[in-house]
């Protein structure tokens, strides 16, 4: 059985294409340029926060704990002498994605498959930061005010 609308416009402009509605999810910000947020396990462009330049990232290999554990696992299952063997494979460790222009490190990616964005690390420690000089200010001022009192 076949619906037809009832107005006269056509069914394919009052319908949503899956694909319009696959597009709100996806984080791209320029046409083949995505977020820092959906940076995965290879170089890809994207717009950096600090120099605002839309660039594809450096890769850099590090290792990481699924480095450390498949270098475990080696060397008990193989032999203590081969544990460095995942040290010197790249697939076993995380990558650092720089900006390609200012050389300013954006995000990790973990073999997890979990990523950690750089700016929010950053940005994190400075509000730790702001915090911590708070409290100090505040206690000074509570001190200054109990030798006021005395």
């Known amino acids: 059985m076949s619906f037809a609308p009832t107005s006269g416009t056509p069914a394919s402009s009052t319908s949503t294409p899956a694909s319009d509605a696959s597009a709100s999810t996806t984080a791209v910000c320029a046409p083949g340029v995505i ?26 290999y590090s290792a990481g704990r699924t480095t450390r554990v498949c270098a ?26 720089f900006c390609g222009s200012c050389g300013t490190l954006l995000a990790v990616w973990h073999r997890s498959g979990r990523l950690e964005i750089a700016a929010e690390k950053a940005r994190d420690g400075e509000e730790k930061e702001q915090n911590g000089a708070l409290m100090e200010q505040m206690l000074t001022l509570a001190l200054v005010q109990e030798g006021a009192e005395s």
Do not use: M, N, Q
Request: a positive charge; aromatic letters at 4%; proline letters at 8%.
């Open 35 to 60: 977020e820092v947020s959906s940076l995965g396990s290879h170089a890809a462009p994207v717009r950096c926060p600090h120099c605002a330049a839309t660039a594809v990232t450096r890769v850099e």
């Open 72 to 97: 475990v696992a080696t060397s008990l299952l193989l032999s203590p002498a081969a544990g460095f063997v995942p040290y010197l494979i790249d697939g076993t460790k995380d990558k650092k994605h």
